[in-house]
């Protein structure tokens, strides 16, 4: 099973929780705003499946789905706040050890001849 199945077949709580309750946000507010799923789907240009996906919170509903559809609720300004590097404690310590710009793994020296 590759990394992208396993993510979507066994992902952690925290995750499966919140992309679910995103969903049932998101169909709160399209019915608030009296709009209906093949509406909503027409000014994303998607089909109404994706955004019936987005509102039951699967997994496999693309990101570009829900930032959509926060945008077409006006809802889109928090999501782009979203891990704000200025607003990254952990982030931010860690940098004052030392930041870098790139992620490397140190391969070390292979003593396999």
Do not use: C
Not at 51 to 63: F, N, P
Not at 87 to 100: F, H, N, P, V, Y
């Amino acid at each position: 099973m590759n990394a992208r199945n396993l993510l979507t077949k066994a992902p952690p709580y925290e995750v499966e929780e919140g992309i679910r309750r995103l969903g049932k946000n998101l169909r709160t507010a399209r019915l608030r705003r009296n709009l209906t799923i093949a509406l909503v789907a027409q000014k994303i240009g998607t089909g109404p499946r994706a955004v019936m996906d987005a509102e039951k919170g699967k997994l496999s509903t693309g990101i570009a789905v829900y930032a959509a559809l926060l945008w077409t609720y006006g809802l889109l300004h928090p999501f782009q706040d979203l891990a704000d590097p200025a607003t990254d404690s952990a982030g931010l310590a860690l940098d004052q050890l030392g930041g870098r710009e790139r992620a490397r793994t140190f391969k070390g020296l292979d003593n396999d001849f």
